[in-house]
């Protein structure tokens, strides 16, 4: 009996002590992590005056479960940097398990706009419009929206939580690195979390080599795959992918005939114009391999599917884009297995494995 009260106190030490180190430490399905950033901060942005420490900051920020209601869900857990910070199912889980309403987008480029870089954080100023439906175009208000979603990170009152990542330790002196004293705000987080995203930048794909004039940087493969999508379909009258760069930076909603009847009315939902529905924004092409699944609903699982859709797909829908459109009908384009093959050879070149593995972009938070 004796041993059994001993063996039973012995359990509730290690429970003891395993809620302890819970609370010190984020856990990931009951393993328990430690922060491993250097103490020398990675260099965020090469060529703008703009403090490293908040990019910093936001890093950890970006990839901490605990700012989730439940400890659960962290920015990362959906945008992955592997996948070009996009998820690889159609819809991605959130905090209780529930599925997003849209698929989750790639980050990347966002904050390319280097001339307004700082205006960015501070006005409306920046073009860049966000989400499927554009409905936000402010980098630092934007990032409490996942926060406080229902379905992705659940913290419904975003005020609780400067006193929860004050109580983690780790961060006070991150903060104080970054402005100089320990004050944990919700503005500091989110403008720290903006300037870690607008450090994620895609810029050494082979399309980049290209452009720059390194021709021989394309196969023949991939060189018909552009003349294709430059000149015969004509896929840059709406992704503008030109020769004098492409930072997948847009601002057009445009319905490509998807369903006949729409499910999502996209655009529509926030200007509520008729015109506006089952329009969704021209998403950027960068790492546009890692990507997949497609579309806003993520319903192609594969680049070749997409194209599928193109070819011989498109839907009557109610506000089709012209550019998709003969004699006022649903284009057919009729792609060919070959043209096929050239146009994902080319989709392919737009892929930069140096974001998929730079340290700097990766999860600060190793196993025990
Ligand atoms: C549960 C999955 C999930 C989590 C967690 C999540 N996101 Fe997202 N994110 C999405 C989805 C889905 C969208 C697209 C929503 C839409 O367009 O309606 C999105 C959109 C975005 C965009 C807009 C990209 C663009 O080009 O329009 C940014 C930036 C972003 N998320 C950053 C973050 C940050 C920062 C966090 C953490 C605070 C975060 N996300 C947490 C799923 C997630
Ligand atoms: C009328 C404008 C328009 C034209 C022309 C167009 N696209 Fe698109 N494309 C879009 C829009 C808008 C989306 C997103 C639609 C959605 O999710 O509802 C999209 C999505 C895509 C995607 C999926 C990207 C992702 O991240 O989900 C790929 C790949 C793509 N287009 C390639 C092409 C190719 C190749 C062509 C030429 C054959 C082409 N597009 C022509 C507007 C266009």
Redesign the pocket.
């Known amino acids: 009996m004796k041993k059994y009260v001993l063996l039973f106190s012995m359990f509730l030490v290690v429970l003891f002590i395993y809620s302890c180190q819970k609370k010190a430490a984020p856990t990931v399905s009951g393993t328990t992590m430690y922060l491993d950033l250097p103490a020398t901060p990675d260099v965020y942005y090469a060529s703008i005056d703009k403090d490293n420490y908040e990019a910093t900051v936001g890093r950890v ?2 990839y901490d479960t605990h ?2 209601i439940n400890n659960a ?3 990362g ?3 992955k940097q592997a996948l070009g910070f996009a ?1 690889n199912v159609s ?5 209780e398990g529930k599925v ?8 990347q480029n ?1 904050g390319n706009n280097v001339a307004d870089f700082e205006s960015q954080f501070v006005t409306n100023t920046n073009n ?8 936000e175009n402010n ?1 630092v208000n ?6 406080s ?1 229902h ?3 659940g913290l419904e009152d975003v005020s609780v939580l400067p006193k929860k990542l004050a109580g983690l330790g780790y961060y006070t002196k991150l903060f104080a690195q970054a402005y100089g004293d320990t004050s944990i705000t919700t503005e500091r987080i989110s403008e720290c ?1 903006a300037a ?2 607008a450090s994620i930048g895609t810029q050494q794909s082979r399309f980049d080599q290209y452009t720059q004039g390194n021709t021989t940087a394309f196969t023949a493969q991939e060189q018909a795959g552009m003349n294709l999508f430059v000149n015969k379909y004509n896929c840059t009258n709406c992704h503008h992918v030109t020769t004098g760069g492409y930072n997948g930076v847009i601002t057009d909603f445009k319905d490509i005939g998807l369903d006949q009847n729409y499910k999502d009315m996209g655009r529509g939902t926030i200007t509520g114009l008729n015109t506006d529905n089952g329009t969704f ?1 021209v ?2 092409l960068r790492n546009v391999a890692l990507t997949a699944p497609y579309m ?1 609903d993520g319903r192609f699982a594969t680049l070749s599917d997409v194209l599928d859709h193109y070819s011989h797909g498109i839907k009557p829908s109610q506000n089709l884009d012209d550019n998709l459109k003969t004699n006022k009908q649903p284009m057919q384009m009729n792609i060919s297995d070959q043209e096929k093959q050239a146009l994902i050879a080319f989709l392919n070149t737009f892929t930069d494995y140096t974001t998929t593995v730079d340290p700097k972009f990766s999860n600060p938070f190793k196993l025990k």
Request: hydrophobic share 45%; with cysteine; aromatic share 10%.
């Open positions: 920020l970006f700012l989730s869900i962290a920015c857990s959906c945008h998820d819809l991605s889980v959130g905090f997003t309403k849209r698929n989750t987008p790639a980050i966002i860049s419009m966000l989400f499927w439906d554009g409905r980098l934007m990032m409490l929206r996942p926060l979603n379905v992705e990170m979390l870690f995203t924004k998403p950027s806003h």
